[in-house]
T-cell receptor, first 113, second 117 residues
Framework: AQSVTQLGSHVSVSEGALVLLRCNYS??????LFWYVQYPNQGLQLLLK??????LVKGINGFEAEFKKSETSFHLTKPSAHMSDAAEYFC???????????FGAGTILRVKS | EPEVTQTPSHQVTQMGQEVILRCVPI?????FYWYRQILGQKVEFLVS????????KSEIFDDQFSVERPDGSNFTLKIRSTKLEDSAMYFC???????????????FGAGTRLSVL
């Protein structure tokens, strides 16, 4: 069965600092991986997705994630945090067939001024 | 930009009562989903729906739950007799096609917070 682990339920960074949100997956087959973001009182919005093309995936708002098969990881990064990045971030995995997304527990990002 | 809308944003009900959570998916989408997130826990898949029938469901989606697309625009989740443990945020999502393999993105609504007293 596929699963996702997000290390750190809360991450706090200073404005302008590097953002690193960790995601490790468990999958017996090549995974399809996603990062979603949820701003307060809004739905989950797709940041980026990995579907077995390039291992470095660029998303919206300056975020990117690198797929590392050897480490079973798909960590999300942004070189310089902005106050508007404060939100909850979810890593998710999808099977090749079937339509459900399996989510991690989420990481709340706080950006300090 | 088209979006998935869910109503109400917050629903309070008494244990044993029936509730219907409503969703309007993006208009040209063909696949519809419900997920839920119990406070402090992961977002969990409940059910997917395509061509007027359930295409996949989780073990959570028991006989107490049902889904329906009563007309061309709404997609509803009904809980027949609510329990305290049904208290959660319920998210509706839709996609233009099958989302397996990352082929199509699932677009999520803002959620309905269900509180069962």
């Amino acid at each position: 069965a596929q699963s996702v682990t997000q290390l750190g339920s809360h991450v706090s960074v200073s404005e302008g600092a590097l953002v690193l949100l960790r995601c490790n997956y468990s999958s017996s087959v090549p995974p399809y991986l996603f990062w979603y973001v949820q701003y307060p009182n809004q739905g989950l919005q797709l940041l980026l997705k990995y579907t077995s093309a390039a291992t470095l995936v660029k998303g919206i708002n300056g975020f990117e994630a690198e797929f590392k098969k050897s480490e079973t990881s798909f960590h999300l990064t942004k070189p310089s945090a902005h106050m508007s990045d404060a939100a909850e971030y979810f890593c998710a995995v999808s099977p090749e067939y079937g339509n459900k997304l399996v989510f991690g527990a989420g990481t709340i990002l706080r950006v300090k001024s | 930009e088209p979006e998935v809308t869910q109503t109400p944003s917050h629903q309070v009900t008494q244990m044993g009562q029936e509730v219907i959570l409503r969703c309007v998916p993006i208009s040209n989408h063909l696949y519809f989903y419900w997920y839920r997130q119990i406070l402090g826990q992961k977002v969990e898949f409940l059910v997917s729906f395509y061509n007027n029938e359930i295409s996949e469901k989780s073990e959570i989606f028991d006989d107490q739950f049902s889904v329906e697309r009563p007309d061309g625009s709404n997609f509803t989740l009904k809980i027949r007799s609510t329990k305290l443990e049904d208290s959660a945020m319920y998210f509706c999502a839709s996609s233009p096609g099958a989302s397996g393999g990352g082929k199509n993105i699932q677009y999520f609504g803002a959620g309905t917070r269900l509180s069962v007293l």
